[in-house]
């Protein structure tokens, strides 16, 4: 069974950096694609970012685009999203998610996504 831990949330100024990591257990990420979401109170969870199994597409988000970046290491059986410019509406718990697909394959879309992790608190905030 595949389980998905992520971390490396917090608090953080406006402007500054946290880097999110999702690592799993059970078995090799490596036939996954996976995505990043993210969900504030009172709104419905958002697709952040996704990148494919072989790690060569990615997706983000319109609202994250040129700030975040998705990347994956193999060797560490782990998935990360590198978060720069943080506004404060970045705010929201952020999971990670898996799903098999193709080589290629991502989605932003939280319904195309069977494994899930606990979530990691972001608060963006002066």
């Known amino acids: 069974q595949l389980q998905l831990v992520e971390s490396g949330g917090g608090l953080v100024q406006p402007g500054g950096s946290l880097r999110l990591s999702c690592a799993a257990s059970g078995r090799t990420l490596d036939y996954y694609a996976i995505g990043w979401f993210r969900q504030a109170p009172g709104k419905e969870r958002e697709g952040v970012s996704c990148v494919s199994s072989s790690g060569g597409s990615t997706k983000e988000g319109d609202s994250v685009k040129g700030r975040f970046t998705i990347s994956r290491d193999s060797a560490k059986n782990t998935v990360y999203l590198q978060m720069n410019s943080l506004k404060p509406e970045d705010t929201g718990v952020y999971y990670c998610?898996?799903?098999?697909?193709?080589?290629?394959?991502?989605?932003?879309?939280?319904?195309?996504?069977?494994?899930w992790g606990q979530g990691t608190q972001v608060t963006v905030s002066s």
């Open positions: 998610a898996a799903a098999v697909g193709g080589s290629s394959w991502c989605s932003v879309a939280a319904r195309e996504f069977d494994y």
